[in-house]
């Protein structure tokens, strides 16, 4: 009996623990971070993790983080300034040149240079990285006014490949987000007639998975939302190769697709359940 009592009291101090870390007015938004490794991962959620305040969970393969944050205490800018002047490009800031400089050469992440830009070579006040930086978000605004949406959708397909309906759900709503931002009258011609037309059912396809955080209705919207982000992904000629990848027995058996930056099949259908049933049926590049 007084082990039983022992462990209760261990599982209710535990539970109180997990409860107690849970961020008060939490807000969650995903963010493209440039970095390579272990080192760079431990570096960029140091920088942004502060206690009560934020936690930052980077993933290196997809170079994108999810970001949790009170909303009452701190801001997205905020924790990705922290980040930038670590030494690491992301969404909001670019690095100071001499902070990057002396990253591990392991860390020192490919295109730096040309991503930070002719004035990022001096240590910046805030004011002034939040200037440049909005002018180079410009310039890759025009260069491919989709790659944020499609970064938010690879975040969105890790998330149901893990079968986590939580940050498929917060995924989804950074997506619709990068969505409505998109200037579509700055997209090629070609792109932007494929973007109209696909407009409204990527809208409706994410409000429903951001909605719910069951991840069966997630997975039967994700089916169509990939099918519609293939069809533009396709035509704007991706910055690295994508490949689309098929599973016979998704969706009750009439197949379902979905697009990777890994070749390695990944199913977010049916996740660790049968994690490599499918295959990679087109490589979509430049």
């Given at each position: 009996?007084?082990l039983?009592?022992?462990?209760?009291i261990?599982?209710?101090?535990l539970?109180?623990?997990?409860?107690?870390?849970?961020l008060?007015?939490?807000?969650?938004?995903?963010?493209?971070?440039?970095?390579?490794?272990e080192?760079c991962?431990s570096?960029?959620?140091?920088?942004?993790?502060?206690k009560?305040?934020?936690d930052?969970?980077w993933n290196?393969?997809?170079k994108?983080?999810m970001?949790?944050f009170d909303?009452?205490?701190?801001?997205?800018?905020?924790?990705?300034?922290?980040?930038?002047?670590?030494?690491y490009?992301?969404d909001?800031?670019?690095?100071?040149?001499?902070?990057?400089?002396?990253?591990?050469g392991?860390c020192?992440?490919k295109?730096?240079?040309?991503a930070?830009?002719?004035?990022?070579?001096?240590?910046?006040d805030?004011?002034?990285?939040d200037?440049?930086?909005?002018?180079?978000?410009?310039?890759?605004q025009?260069?491919?006014?989709l790659?944020?949406?499609?970064?938010?959708y690879?975040?969105?397909k890790?998330?149901?490949v893990?079968?986590d309906g939580?940050?498929a759900s917060?995924?989804a709503?950074?997506?619709?987000?990068?969505?409505?931002?998109?200037q579509?009258?700055k997209?090629?011609?070609?792109v932007?007639?494929v973007?109209?037309?696909?407009?409204?059912p990527?809208?409706q396809?994410i409000?429903?998975?951001?909605a719910?955080?069951?991840?069966?209705?997630?997975?039967v919207h994700?089916a169509?939302?990939?099918?519609?982000i293939?069809?533009v992904?396709?035509?704007?000629?991706?910055?690295?190769?994508v490949?689309?990848?098929?599973?016979?027995m998704?969706?009750?058996?009439?197949?379902?697709?979905?697009l990777?930056?890994?070749?390695?099949?990944?199913n977010?259908?049916?996740?660790?359940?049968m994690l490599?049933?499918?295959q990679?049926?087109?490589?979509?590049?430049?």
């Amino acid at each position: 009996m007084t082990l039983i009592k022992s462990t209760v009291i261990w599982l209710v101090a535990l539970a109180t623990m997990v409860c107690s870390a849970q961020l008060k007015n939490q807000k969650t938004l995903s963010a493209k971070i440039h970095g390579n490794c272990e080192k760079c991962e431990s570096t960029i959620e140091n920088a942004g993790d502060i206690k009560d305040q934020s936690d930052v969970d980077w993933n290196k393969e997809t170079k994108m983080a999810m970001i949790s944050f009170d909303s009452l205490k701190t801001s997205i800018d905020e924790i990705l300034k922290r980040i930038a002047l670590a030494g690491y490009n992301n969404d909001i800031f670019l690095a100071p040149t001499d902070t990057y400089s002396r990253l591990p050469g392991c860390c020192q992440y490919k295109g730096a240079v040309k991503a930070r830009g002719k004035s990022a070579g001096f240590n910046m006040d805030s004011e002034t990285l939040d200037h440049v930086y909005s002018n180079q978000k410009m310039v890759r605004q025009e260069t491919h006014l989709l790659s944020t949406v499609f970064d938010n959708y690879f975040v969105l397909k890790d998330a149901l490949v893990n079968s986590d309906g939580i940050t498929a759900s917060a995924s989804a709503k950074s997506l619709l987000r990068t969505i409505k931002d998109v200037q579509m009258e700055k997209l090629p011609t070609d792109v932007h007639m494929v973007w109209m037309k696909v407009l409204k059912p990527l809208e409706q396809d994410i409000g429903h998975i951001a909605a719910t955080e069951n991840i069966n209705r997630q997975r039967v919207h994700f089916a169509s939302l990939s099918r519609n982000i293939y069809e533009v992904l396709k035509i704007s000629k991706p910055e690295v190769p994508v490949y689309y990848q098929y599973c016979p027995m998704a969706s009750d058996g009439k197949g379902a697709n979905w697009l990777s930056k890994e070749e390695i099949v990944k199913n977010p259908y049916y996740g660790s359940v049968m994690l490599s049933c499918g295959q990679t049926v087109e490589t979509i590049k430049q």
